[in-house]
């Protein structure tokens, strides 16, 4: 099956930092969602980006599916935003199905 | 809001119980989730459905099955618990044809 890599695995930022999480997968997706995992277990959907480029405030994501990585770039992180980065992919025909990476864990620091 | 409920947050049970967890949506979704995940090692479907009393494997049904007899829930059931199921269990829902999931906030199952 499809194998997603996601680094770094840790990052450890001073707040106002920027920072680039990345996923890499083995094989073309169709769905390809990035999730942000606080301290206390919520996962929350941050994106839904198979291809192209998308902005949420100072979250912003790119998906280069024909190389097969995507980015997940934090501009001027707050404390909030500690917690695990998940990217998640599908490719099969039902793309319902998602394989998730190992995630990223982020801690910011006042 | 989608809105995601699991029954508990934390449960602890003994080796061989039976062990039902519960998700509730209240979106209408036609999809519908039940993930594990342990340390390490990221989410790993279980078990989905994408219709009432419709269900598929997902990559580690193996000591778990699962019931959707309404299209707001969806029940995972461990039919003799061990103790290498203890872990975080994680249900999400999501509309037919649109891929965004909805996840609940999780239960952490302690199996001693």
């Known amino acids: 099956g499809i194998q997603v890599e996601q680094s770094p695995p840790d990052l450890i930022l001073q707040e106002g930092a920027n920072s680039t999480l990345r996923c890499n997968f083995s094989d073309s997706v169709n769905n390809l969602q990035w999730f942000h995992q606080n301290p206390w277990g919520q996962l929350i959907n941050l994106f839904y980006i198979p291809s192209g480029t998308k902005q949420n405030g100072r979250l912003s994501a790119t998906t280069v599916a024909t190389e097969r990585y995507s980015l997940l770039y934090i501009s001027s992180s707050q404390t909030t935003d500690s917690g695990v980065y998940f990217c998640?992919?599908?490719?099969?025909?039902?793309?319902?199905?998602?394989?998730f990476g190992k995630g990223t864990k982020l801690t910011v620091n006042p | 809001d989608v809105k995601v409920t699991q029954s508990s947050r934390y449960l602890v049970k003994r080796t061989g119980e039976k062990v039902f967890l519960e998700c509730v949506q209240d979106?209408?979704?036609?999809?519908m989730f039940w993930y594990r995940q342990d340390p390490g090692l990221g989410l790993r479907l279980i078990y989905f459905s994408y219709d009432v009393k419709m269900k598929e494997k997902g990559d580690i049904p193996e000591g778990y099955s699962v019931s959707r007899e309404k299209k707001e829930r969806f029940s995972l059931i461990l039919e003799s618990a061990s103790t290498n199921q203890t872990s975080m269990y994680l249900c999400?829902?999501?509309?037919?044809?649109?891929?965004?999931?909805?996840f609940g906030p999780g239960t952490r199952l302690l199996v001693l």
């Open positions: 999400a829902s999501s509309l037919l044809g649109q891929e965004t999931q909805y």
């Open positions: 979106m209408d979704h036609e999809n």
């Open positions: 998640a992919v599908g490719n099969q025909g039902g793309s319902e199905k998602l394989v």
